[in-house]
């Protein structure tokens, strides 16, 4: 007897969890499933990878991998996007708050942060300002305040992508090994997608690594010689950086450059819980050495962010009429598909920007059978990071 509970009057009808919490990027409860399909159709329609769809198991419906197996030896590649999708909270982004807050409250480390472009203005708005209010400044207020050490912005990261790629494409160019195009791999989702389903197009895809990682393994190095233990958090728009924090190729000695992923969602649900009233907080300015950055990393967070910072450092004129004009090339905007061309010395590059992975899958049946490009930028969720999986959940009719 618990509680002086003796009799329980009315039977428990509600369902026991049925939790599949294999996947680093997102928790499914096929208990709190109500068969309305909305992640099977976004995970096959949109975004072509089929890793769930609607099973019979006996009589019952239900919804599934193949053969049931655990989501992380499905096909899915941790987009979040059925997260995103779905009403009831049966598929949610996992859930690393509790290890962060750990790490920050342990005496013997030294905790930094990074916060990527996509966050800081859904950020705002799920926390009471105005609509596209950038709120990185009251961010990094909130940050200090609930007791991480070091706080910079994954835009300086971007930059250095920036130059990275752009002299990977220029050096392909130069020796003509441009028969099939560069492309990015900032995106972990589209670099899985491409794993997955075209592993023959993976000498074509950027060795360069993310905005993400190359800064972390630098801000790893900076501060190793802190006498306390290095954690580092990344607060990104997106579900599937928890599995490429994770990849071996990340590791050092064994060890994480981060250490651990927060999405948008979860440093919503953190700022909430430390009791901070976030529009009141006065902004405070990014940590130095690493507190400058272009305006070319601010752009990352949208489709066509990448390539229009790359083509600003692959054109000769710098100048900003020739910037504007890049700006209008047609890279911008949030179509699934665009296409560009400028000019490079007196060659003509060709660039096709992509967002969701199905208009990625279509782009590269086009490329297989002769279209030509010389850079391909692939951006798995439907619009680029600002419609990660990890950002705020938004009713589906405020999102059309
Ligand atoms: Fe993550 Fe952005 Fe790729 Fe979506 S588009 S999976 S948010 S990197």
Request: aromatic share 8%.
């Amino acid at each position: 007897m618990r509680y002086n509970i003796s009799r329980i009057r009315f039977p428990n009808t509600s369902p026991e969890p049925d939790v599949d919490d294999s996947s680093l990027c997102i928790t499914k409860d096929k208990s709190k499933c109500i068969l309305c399909g909305d992640c099977v159709r976004v995970c096959s329609e949109v975004q072509n990878v089929g890793a769930i769809d609607f099973a019979y198991r006996g009589s019952k419906m239900t919804i599934s991998t193949v053969f049931d197996k655990p989501i992380a030896q499905s096909s899915c590649v941790g987009c979040g996007q059925c997260a995103l999708a779905c009403p009831t909270g049966a598929i949610v982004v996992k859930d690393d708050t509790r290890k962060v807050w750990k790490e920050i409250y342990d005496k013997n480390t030294r905790v930094s942060v990074q916060i990527a472009p996509a966050v800081r203005v859904a950020l705002g708005k799920e926390l009471g300002l105005n609509d596209g209010e950038n709120a990185i400044g009251k961010i990094v207020a909130a940050l200090r305040r609930m007791g991480f050490d070091d706080i910079f912005d994954t835009s300086t990261g971007a930059d250095l992508t920036v130059l990275e790629e752009s002299a990977e494409l220029l050096k392909r160019i130069k020796e003509g090994k441009n028969d099939m195009p560069l492309f990015t791999s900032c995106c972990p989702a589209w670099v899985n997608y491409c794993e997955k389903f075209y592993p023959e197009l993976l000498p074509h895809v950027s060795t360069c690594r993310s905005p993400m990682q190359m800064f972390a393994s630098i801000i790893k190095e900076e501060y190793s010689t802190s006498s306390k233990r290095l954690v580092h958090v990344a607060v990104m728009p997106c579900t599937a950086k928890k599995f490429e924090a994770a990849r071996e190729e990340f590791k050092v000695n064994g060890v994480s450059n981060v250490d651990y992923v927060l999405t948008t969602q979860e440093l919503i649900q953190m700022i909430k819980e430390s009791g901070i009233v976030f529009s009141e907080l006065e902004p405070e300015a990014i940590d130095m050495p690493f507190g400058t950055y272009t305006g070319a990393g601010v752009i990352f967070g949208v489709t066509g962010g990448v390539t229009e910072a790359v083509l600003r450092r692959v054109v000769s004129d710098k100048s900003p009429t020739s910037f504007r004009s890049l700006a209008y090339t047609g890279v911008r905007g949030m179509k699934g598909v665009k296409e560009a061309s400028v000019m490079y010395g007196d060659r003509k590059l060709r660039i096709a920007v992509v967002s969701g992975l199905k208009n990625a899958s279509d782009l590269i049946e086009r490329i297989k059978s002769g279209e030509h490009y010389d850079l391909v930028e692939v951006m798995a969720c439907p619009g680029g990071c600002i419609n990660g999986g990890g950002q705020p959940f938004v009713q589906s009719e405020e999102r059309e």
